[in-house]
């Protein structure tokens, strides 16, 4: 998958329920309530099938997202760390 590279497999994966996957999870659930509201349905009772799948997609979508910004961030600080390494003269211990 080009959104998740292979290299992204030796990182440990996020938990289930974390910011992003909850959140985008209820802006789904917001949103079949939305279509529900616009298309002038019972909010709450109609199509609670969309509600549960709109949810659903919402919550892998952020669960995805959450992956992949830790993959962009290991992947940033695994390039400063080599940096770092092949080149210590630019940076000198606090102790000395």
Request: no cysteine; hydrophobic share 45%.
């Amino acid at each position: 998958m080009a959104f998740l590279p292979d290299e992204s497999r030796s990182l440990p994966p996020p938990p289930l329920f974390n910011k992003g996957s909850v959140w985008l999870g209820f802006v789904g659930w917001l949103a079949a309530l939305a279509d529900n509201a616009f298309n002038q349905r019972p909010v709450i009772r109609a199509g609670v099938h969309r509600q549960i799948l709109f949810a659903s997609v919402g919550f892998f979508v952020g669960y995805q997202l959450v992956k992949r910004a830790e993959y962009i961030h290991a992947k940033v600080d695994r390039e400063m760390f080599e940096y770092i390494r092949h080149h210590p003269v630019d940076f000198h211990s606090p102790a000395g």
